[in-house]
């Protein structure tokens, strides 16, 4: 038993289709549904884990929020609280990863916490034949955006999964 124990609210936002839902469940249930089915409004996934070397149990409450415009009014109320986040792009929509700036980073720092830390995710990284976004635009991207790192990943293989959303979680505890 841990003798201490933190709760964290993580956002993952982007548009519709990017693979933010997939990258969750990859990384809390090791799984990938090949069938896409659109989140409508929020979904929160949590998922426990303890750092033996902090000798912390780490609730990590993650708000996964629908990219769809519909939903911009109520989205608002779900970045309260939120102490970190993952914006995603989709490696083969350009329009994915300029949505980012012009939308998702303004909604966290208007709505949100304006110091989170966040990360930039290419994802579907497994997709490398329909590219139309290099990893060196996506990292340009990322030091434009002041993003704390920049990855690529792929929620199908997990390529990068696991080490996006833990280089995330030890940015913001240390």
Request: hydrophobic content about 35%; some cysteine; charged content about 30%.
């Amino acid at each position: 038993m841990s003798n201490k124990e933190i709760m964290l609210k993580l956002v993952l936002l982007g548009s519709p289709a990017t693979g933010k839902t997939s990258l969750i469940n990859r990384y809390v249930q090791h799984s990938f549904e090949e069938d896409y089915n659109s989140t409508l409004g929020v979904n929160i996934v949590v998922k426990e884990m303890i750092l033996e070397e902090r000798d912390t149990l780490v609730k990590l409450i993650f708000w996964d929020i629908a990219g769809q415009e519909k939903y911009d009014l109520s989205r608002q109320m779900f970045f309260q609280g939120c102490v970190g986040g993952l914006f995603v792009y989709d490696i083969t929509r350009p329009s994915t990863l300029h949505d980012i700036e012009k939308k998702w980073l303004p909604d966290l720092r208007k709505h949100g916490n304006e110091k989170a830390p966040y990360l930039l995710i290419g994802n579907k990284s497994d997709l490398e034949e329909m590219r139309a976004i290099s990893t060196k635009e996506g990292e340009e991207f990322s030091n434009r955006l002041n993003s704390i790192e920049f990855m690529e990943t792929s929620a199908k293989s997990g390529e990068n999964v696991e080490k996006a959303f833990k280089n995330l979680l030890f940015h913001i505890i240390s």
